[in-house]
């Protein structure tokens, strides 16, 4: 089988689905590879380089391949290309996503990796959104960090003490708790806060202070029954919570958001009142801005100062800034997967019942599967 790997063409995107490493392994199995030309220039892989590992370069990677692996879902042009039933492989935002009435008009079968299952052993090595949110975790701490004024660990001289700086994190998922470790590993000292209780433990052990809210002891049974994530705080929870939360922002010199609800806009943590109260200097980052935002006011994009002096960054699509080391890991997501398509003798043979095919599987004999769900 062929498989193309096309140039990526979002904004502000630099990663690409395929190294040179992952190239020699698809060769094994006994495919083809082609590649389209410069495909690897934003994250510093060369087509020398890509040619050297075996595949191809050519100018088109779609309308020959039957597997296409991408990072983003393809723009229309290039879903017009594909050949009938092909299969498609990427992060295809499935939940926000226009053009999968496209792929199925194709007859294409489009795997959807931030469909993964998460909670299935076997499907860590695959796991798109927690490698690249690992990295985007901890590079978002040092983006705040460099537009931040003044340094993360307390420095004492003879001049004077310089405090460590305060961190809060407003949630606790992979790319919370990498930018707690990291930001820790700077010095500074960090809060975190997160609508699951039972994340304390995660928080305290890469070095978090946990912003603790008063709860009911009906609450804390159904928080512990669900393991955090199906269980509906009251109303007087959320206000609590609320109020933690704004005290530790408006003392903070840096906040990070990284809250995001699959197929919604992202919760709003940070209001404008809020912000109001924070010290000259400070610093926001807000990971969520491309899907409405954790913090009133965030760009994508931009960086806002408001009135009062603090810095509001709209940093889309973080991973891409570490496209080289992001791209590595995404690719060894995706052979991880493909490789749960070939049966015991390396043969391609699609299971429609493998718990993780189904998953992620959204569009297939010319419908869209997504609906369904």
Known sequence: MQIGVPKETALYENRIAITPDTIKKFIKLGHSIVV??????????????????????????????????????????????????AIVIGMMNPYRNANLQDYANRHAKVYAMELLPRTLSRAQNMDVLSSQANL?????????????GRPFPMFMTSAGTVKPARVVILGVGVAGLQAIATARRLGAVVEASDLRPTVRDQVESVGGKWLDVPMSEEE???????????????????????????????????????????????PRLIHQA????????????????????????????????????????????????LAAQSSALYANNLYNFFATLMDDNKVF????????QKALLVTSQGQVLLASR
């Open 36 to 85: 389209e030309r410069d495909a690897g220039k934003g994250s510093f892989i060369t087509n020398d380089a890509l040619e050297q590992a075996g595949a191809q370069i050519v100018d088109d990677a779609i309308s020959t391949s039957d597997v296409v692996l991408t990072v983003n879902s393809l723009p229309i042009e290039k879903i017009n290309q594909l050949k009938h039933e």
């Open 136 to 148: 985007a975790g901890y590079k978002a701490v040092i983006l705040a960090a460099n537009q931040f």
């Open 220 to 266: 804390k049974a159904k928080a512990k029954d669900t393991g955090g994530y199906a269980w509906t705080p009251s109303e007087q929870y959320i206000k609590d919570q609320a109020a933690v939360v704004d005290k530790a922002v408006s003392q903070a010199d840096i906040v990070i958001t990284t809250a995001q609800v699959p197929g919604r806009n992202a």
């Open 349 to 356: 043979a699609l299971n429609p019942e493998d718990e993780i």
């Open 274 to 321: 809020t912000i109001n109260k924070m010290k000259s200097g400070s610093v926001i980052l807000d990971m969520a801005v491309e899907t409405g935002g954790n913090v009133e006011g965030s760009v994508v994009g931009q960086n806002i100062i408001t009135p009062n002096g603090v810095t509001i960054m709209g940093v889309p699509n973080i991973p891409s800034t």
